[in-house]
Each structure stands twice: as structure tokens, then as C-alpha cells.
């Protein structure tokens, strides 16, 4: 088939028939139909994603390369920081985050075991998981409805002299208080880790100044399992304007290796086989000298070639999902009697992941979803509503350590009984969004 042409001809060969398959059996459009299917979140793609895919799988370099180099460099400059770190998911970029603030490498600041972190407990586990696998100790605080973030005028309260960071997630694309809680961690000499992975393009003025959620902490995370903003499928992101930070995370993602050279290259510093590391042989071959206890945390380059793809097309799914909600939130004008409606943080333009709603006295939620479901549309909670209250936290409640609490989580416990949240993707058209607001009148009508 290929006899007679050059490789470069070969791949232009393939690469064209990707593109009119894609064209031709993926993405058909049909007119919506009442009861029809509607997820909450899904995939939005064309050709130039699966033409990616395939020209990366034919190199078949398999892990990061080139797609991975310009998918960071890419990421990098549309949030506007110095350095990003491809990683294989959201929950790796989590865990990744966390453990480089217990680098010994950042002296008196370096977050050790027992030591505490401020976060909130209705989320999802990923956020806090890292903190609790490697023994320092999550302090949950309450979340303000309708912006379902943390409540900041309890911070001073959750401080202890053992506080060391504050790692929270923008919900649902609602920027939390950025502001107040900057404050408070310059105030403190804290570290601010923002989950950003449920956010990735919204946005928060500070100091007069508006930048993207994610890049106003020390170091923030993304994901891009298929549900979020944008995806590669599994996969996310880590990324500082702090040099020493980018070191120490990029050191936890590869084994923990001291080396920087990328895969496939040796030797970039000129300084391989002739330098001093711990108790090791003077010359000890950089490439296998490791500085922390890490893990293999990198995405492959096929991933990354879907996500260069993606983020050409970024800015309109933030638009489009901007879009939704506020025409969401149109057509369920009228009903705040029954349904508290989410509101954004002042200062701030999200990046809406979600419409989130919490039913009032008198409306019990456990009809209203199955109701909004029956119809076809797709629900989902508040992911773990209250995580304390979930069975990972069996053994600590028993023993009552391993967490502490500032205050009753009153409002975490209200999400739990009374919230839940439906989709605004990109890919919902007028017809599904007014659908949506039309389902959830009636079910909270007939309820």
C-alpha cells in the first residue's frame, strides 16, 4: 500500500483518511428529542483530536514526548505561569501538589507528618486523599451556600501553630474568595494549593488585576478525564511561577529522580558522571540519583496530542459553558421559593463545570432527582457531599484522630441531604438546556 513512499507521504496518507472517518462517523448531530439521554458532562471533539491521536501513535513513542512539550508549553502560556507539569489525572496532579510541599528541600516551610492543612469536606476525596495517606492532617471547615466554597471568616478559627498549608478546590468552577484567603496565607507564611480541576478558565480579580483561578496560589492542578473541561481522556496538570516548586514537583512525578532531562535525553547538564549526592560514590550516574521518595506520575504523549487539540478550541467551550448556565439560570427564573440558585464569588468570572441547586424547606431532594432522572437528564451530588460522614473515615472517627473540625459543617451537611447539580457542557444546545430548566420546574412543582 505504501510501496514507493516516503514516510512523510505515508503518514500525510493516513493522517487524511483519520479525518474523513472522524468526519464521517463521529459527532453525527440529530434534532434533540424530549427524553433523549443528556449526560451531564461529555467529550466535545472533531477530526483534529483523533488526527493528533493517530500521528502521535505512529511515532509510537508511547510516552511523553513532543505532544508533551507542547502541550505544557501551550497550557502554560494561556494561564500565564512559568512552568507546567503533565501528569496522568487530576487526582494524580492532587497528589503530586501536596507531596512537594514535604520536600526537604523547602527547609523550615516543608509540611511534615501531623502537621495541618485547611481544606473543607464537601468535595471530592482526591483533594484531601494525599494529606491523609502521608499523615498530616486535613481541618475542615464550612462552606457558604450558594457559592458552596469555603466559609473564609472561619480561617483565623482553623489556624494552629501546626498549620502549614491551605489546599481547597474551586467548586464547580466557583472561584472561592481568593482574596481573603491569600490574605490569610501571606499572613501565616502559608502554602496555597488551589484544586483547580473542576475550573480550568475561570476567572478572579485581584488586586486589580484578573488572572485564572489556579495561578494565584503557590501551585495549582488541573484534570482531564473526559467529564471536565476539556480532556485527553485521563490526564491532568501541575503548575507554579515558583522555579523551586516546578523542581520539586517535576521530581515527584519522575520516581523522584534528581535529574531534569526529559525521557530520551542524557546528560543535559554536562554534569552526569561527575558531582556529589548524599552518601553515593563521587560520579554516581545522575540519571538514577533520587532526591524524594516519587512515583511514575507521567502521561503518555498520545494523551498529550488530544490535549494540544483541545486547548486550540479552549476558549469556546468556556464561552459555550458560560452560555448554558446563564441560560439555565434564565429558565428557572421564578422558582427560588423552592431552589436556592447558585451564585458566583464576587470578583469573579467562572468557568461554570455545573448548575448547582439545593432544595429548600419543603422540597426533599430524594424525589425531585429520581423524577429529573426518569426524564433522561443526568444528575450528580455534590461528589462526596460530606466526606467524614463516607466509610474511608470509619477507622479515624472511631478512634477520633486524624482530622479535626472547625465548628458543625452545618451547611456541608445541608449539601449532603439537599444538593445536587446538573451539566452545562459545550456540548448542550438551547434545546437540551431549556429541557433541562422545563424537567426540573416540573419536578419540583409536582413534588
Same mark, same amino acid.
Not at 34 to 47: C, L
Not at 181 to 197: R, S, Y
Given at each position: 500500500?505504501?510501496?514507493?513512499?516516503?514516510?512523510?507521504?505515508?503518514?500525510?496518507?493516513?493522517?487524511?483518511?483519520?479525518?474523513?472517518?472522524?468526519?464521517?462517523?463521529?459527532?453525527?448531530?440529530?434534532?434533540?428529542?424530549?427524553?433523549?439521554?443528556?449526560?451531564?458532562?461529555?467529550?466535545?471533539?472533531?477530526?483534529?483530536?483523533?488526527?493528533?491521536?493517530?500521528?502521535?501513535?505512529?511515532?509510537?513513542?508511547?510516552?511523553? #514526548?513532543?505532544? @508533551?512539550?507542547?502541550?505544557?508549553?501551550?497550557?502554560?502560556?494561556?494561564?500565564?505561569?512559568?512552568?507546567?507539569?503533565?501528569?496522568?489525572?487530576?487526582?494524580?496532579?492532587?497528589?503530586?501538589?501536596?507531596?512537594?510541599?514535604?520536600?526537604?528541600?523547602?527547609?523550615?516551610?516543608?509540611?511534615?507528618?501531623?502537621?495541618?492543612?485547611?481544606?473543607?469536606?464537601?468535595?471530592?476525596?482526591?483533594t484531601i486523599a494525599p494529606m491523609i495517606q502521608y499523615g498530616a492532617v486535613p481541618v475542615f471547615v464550612d462552606v457558604t451556600i450558594p457559592q458552596?466554597?469555603?466559609?473564609?471568616?472561619?480561617?483565623?478559627?482553623?489556624?494552629?501553630?501546626?498549620?502549614? %498549608?491551605?489546599?481547597?478546590?474551586?467548586?464547580?468552577?466557583?472561584?472561592?474568595?481568593?482574596?481573603?484567603?491569600?490574605?490569610?496565607?501571606?499572613?501565616?507564611?502559608?502554602?496555597?494549593?488551589?484544586?483547580?480541576?473542576?475550573?480550568?478558565?475561570?476567572?478572579? *480579580?485581584?488586586?486589580?488585576?484578573?488572572?485564572?483561578?489556579?495561578?494565584?496560589?503557590?501551585?495549582?492542578?488541573?484534570? !482531564?478525564?473526559? +467529564?471536565?473541561?476539556?480532556?485527553?481522556?485521563?490526564?491532568?496538570?501541575?503548575? *507554579?511561577?515558583?522555579?523551586?516548586?516546578?523542581?520539586?514537583? &517535576?521530581?515527584?512525578?519522575?520516581?523522584?529522580?534528581?535529574?531534569?532531562? +526529559?525521557?530520551?535525553?542524557?546528560?543535559?547538564?554536562?554534569?552526569?558522571?561527575? /558531582?556529589?549526592?548524599?552518601?553515593?560514590?563521587? #560520579?554516581?550516574?545522575?540519571?538514577?540519583?533520587?532526591?524524594?521518595?516519587?512515583?511514575?506520575?507521567?502521561?503518555?504523549?498520545? =494523551?498529550? %496530542?488530544?490535549?494540544? %487539540?483541545?486547548?486550540?478550541?479552549?476558549?469556546?467551550?468556556?464561552?459555550?459553558?458560560?452560555?448554558?448556565?446563564? /441560560?439555565?439560570?434564565?429558565?428557572?427564573? #421564578?422558582?427560588?421559593?423552592?431552589?436556592?440558585?447558585? &451564585?458566583?464569588?464576587?470578583?469573579?468570572? +467562572?468557568?461554570?463545570?455545573?448548575?448547582?441547586?439545593?432544595?429548600?424547606?419543603?422540597?426533599?431532594?430524594?424525589?425531585?432527582?429520581?423524577?429529573?432522572?426518569?426524564?433522561?437528564?443526568?444528575?450528580?451530588?455534590?461528589?462526596?457531599?460530606?466526606? $467524614?460522614?463516607? +466509610?474511608?473515615?470509619? =477507622?479515624?472517627?472511631?478512634?477520633?484522630?486524624?482530622?479535626?473540625?472547625?465548628?458543625?459543617?452545618?451547611?456541608?451537611?445541608?449539601?449532603?441531604?439537599? @444538593? !445536587?447539580?446538573?451539566?452545562?457542557?459545550?456540548?448542550? @444546545?438551547?434545546?437540551? $438546556?431549556?429541557?433541562? %430548566?422545563?424537567?426540573?420546574?416540573?419536578?419540583?412543582?409536582?413534588?
Amino acid at each position: 500500500m505504501f510501496e514507493n513512499k516516503t514516510e512523510q507521504q505515508a503518514r500525510k496518507e493516513i493522517l487524511t483518511a483519520v479525518k474523513a472517518y472522524c468526519d464521517t462517523f463521529h459527532n453525527k448531530k440529530e434534532p434533540f428529542k424530549e427524553g433523549q439521554r443528556i449526560p451531564y458532562a461529555s467529550r466535545v471533539y472533531d477530526n483534529r483530536e483523533m488526527t493528533n491521536l493517530v500521528d502521535s501513535a505512529l511515532e509510537f513513542w508511547l510516552t511523553s #514526548g513532543r505532544y @508533551t512539550e507542547e502541550f505544557e508549553k501551550k497550557l502554560g502560556e494561556y494561564l500565564g505561569v512559568r512552568h507546567c507539569c503533565l501528569v496522568n489525572s487530576g487526582s494524580s496532579a492532587n497528589l503530586n501538589a501536596f507531596m512537594a510541599l514535604t520536600s526537604p528541600l523547602l527547609k523550615e516551610r516543608q509540611v511534615k507528618r501531623e502537621d495541618e492543612i485547611i481544606t473543607v469536606a464537601a468535595g471530592f476525596p482526591t483533594t484531601i486523599a494525599p494529606m491523609i495517606q502521608y499523615g498530616a492532617v486535613p481541618v475542615f471547615v464550612d462552606v457558604t451556600i450558594p457559592q458552596y466554597n469555603i466559609d473564609v471568616t472561619k480561617l483565623e478559627e482553623a489556624y494552629s501553630e501546626k498549620t502549614k %498549608a491551605v489546599m481547597l478546590a474551586h467548586t464547580l468552577g466557583n472561584p472561592f474568595d481568593l482574596k481573603v484567603v491569600k490574605d490569610f496565607c501571606d499572613c501565616h507564611n502559608l502554602w496555597l494549593i488551589e484544586d483547580n480541576c473542576d475550573a480550568l478558565g475561570s476567572r478572579y *480579580t485581584i488586586d486589580g488585576e484578573e488572572k485564572y483561578t489556579g495561578t494565584i496560589g503557590d501551585i495549582g492542578t488541573s484534570s !482531564f478525564y473526559p +467529564p471536565h473541561h476539556m480532556t485527553m481522556g485521563e490526564g491532568g496538570a501541575v503548575y *507554579t511561577d515558583n522555579p523551586l516548586l516546578y523542581k520539586i514537583i &517535576k521530581s515527584f512525578r519522575d520516581w523522584g529522580r534528581d535529574c531534569v532531562c +526529559p525521557s530520551g535525553h542524557d546528560n543535559l547538564c554536562s554534569h552526569r558522571f561527575d /558531582r556529589q549526592y548524599g552518601e553515593l560514590p563521587l #560520579g554516581y550516574d545522575h540519571k538514577y540519583v533520587y532526591s524524594h521518595f516519587g512515583y511514575n506520575l507521567k502521561a503518555t504523549d498520545m =494523551q498529550a %496530542a488530544v490535549g494540544c %487539540a483541545q486547548l486550540d478550541k479552549f476558549s469556546s467551550f468556556v464561552e459555550r459553558r458560560r452560555e448554558n448556565f446563564e /441560560r439555565l439560570k434564565k429558565g428557572l427564573r #421564578g422558582m427560588e421559593d423552592k431552589l436556592i440558585m447558585p &451564585k458566583p464569588c464576587e470578583n469573579s468570572r +467562572p468557568s461554570w463545570f455545573g448548575f448547582l441547586l439545593t432544595c429548600k424547606e419543603g422540597v426533599n431532594r430524594e424525589l425531585v432527582v429520581p423524577y429529573i432522572e426518569s426524564k433522561g437528564i443526568q444528575t450528580r451530588m455534590l461528589f462526596a457531599g460530606n466526606i $467524614i460522614k463516607h +466509610p474511608c473515615f470509619d =477507622q479515624m472517627r472511631s478512634v477520633g484522630s486524624g482530622y479535626r473540625i472547625v465548628g458543625d459543617l452545618a451547611n456541608t451537611d445541608r449539601i449532603m441531604r439537599d @444538593t !445536587f447539580w446538573v451539566g452545562v457542557y459545550p456540548g448542550m @444546545t438551547d434545546e437540551m $438546556i431549556d429541557y433541562m %430548566a422545563k424537567t426540573i420546574r416540573e419536578a419540583v412543582s409536582d413534588e
